[in-house]
């Protein structure tokens, strides 16, 4: 096998959590352009299908399921019926939410409701996934998507930035317990991404003074971000479990 070869997925099966749209959309797409065959998983399976059409459009397979990752009951469900395809081989755990606003008027339902999604919904797929992973004994990785904000803080984002430090470290727990299985976990550290949804900001006055602390002076581009994930997710990262990938243009390097 090839240098090259090492990162194609042909006949893996992907499940991508918060494909409806940003990051979790770009995912899958990366995943089932190198050769997988996607789930696509989030709340409304309405934004979903156009996602499953491009996929399908350029001769890939994907799928899409009905899931809330805070719920239990829902994770297994998705899984049940993901089950007609197999095990996963590949676990991209992307969904998250925040909540945009300072420290002393965070709610404590604000902070439930971001820990619920962002790390409880994440060890709840993650687990429930390995437990199928397990079973069918081929192994895997799980890839759960952190944030720099997991190694670094910046205000009005403290329930957010909480949730990733703890994801970043369940990864680390995961990896140490699942080895033995075969199953890698690493996490996935973004910086600032630029996306449909924050590109005018980010085109902003105020982006821009953001901007200029980056050391490299550049935010992340989308595609920045598909040879890490490859990375993680195909045997050319075979050796790698327990570690943390930033793709943050030098941002957690900067200058304090």
């Known amino acids: 096998m090839s240098a090259l070869d090492r990162f194609r997925l042909d006949g893996r099966i992907a499940l991508v959590t918060g494909a409806s749209s940003g ?25 979903l299908r156009p996602l499953a059409e491009r996929i399908a459009a350029a001769a890939g397979e994907a799928r899409v399921l009905a899931l809330d990752v805070t719920d239990a009951a829902s994770v297994r469900a998705c899984l049940d019926e993901l089950a007609s395809w197999g095990a996963p081989d590949i676990l991209v755990n992307n969904a ?41 004994r081929r192994g895997g990785s799980i890839v759960n998507v952190a944030s720099i904000l997991g190694e670094r803080a910046a205000g009005g984002v403290a329930p957010y930035a909480i949730s990733k430090s703890a994801v970043i470290q369940a990864s680390k727990a995961m990896a140490l317990e699942l080895a033995r299985h075969r199953i890698r976990v690493n996490a996935l ?37 598909d040879g890490p994930l490859l990375l993680l997710a195909s045997e050319a990262g075979a050796a790698m479990t327990g570690t943390t990938v930033a793709v943050d243009s030098g941002h957690l390097v900067s200058s304090l």
Request: proline share 3%; charged share 30%.
């Open 189 to 225: 550290l973004p910086g600032y991404v630029v996306t449909d949804l924050n590109r005018e900001f980010l085109q902003s006055e105020a982006g821009d003074k953001l901007r200029q602390r980056i050391p490299s002076r550049r935010f992340v581009e989308l595609a920045d971000l």
């Open 23 to 47: 990051l979790g959309e770009h995912f899958a797409a990366v995943l089932a352009e190198a050769g997988a065959r996607v789930a696509l998983a989030a709340r409304r399976v309405d934004k």
């Open 96 to 136: 998250g939410v925040t909540i945009t606003r300072p420290l002393l008027e965070q709610t404590e339902e604000d902070f439930d409701q971001v820990l619920d999604t962002n790390l409880k919904g994440a060890w709840l797929v993650a687990t429930e996934t390995a437990r199928r992973m397990v079973a069918a």
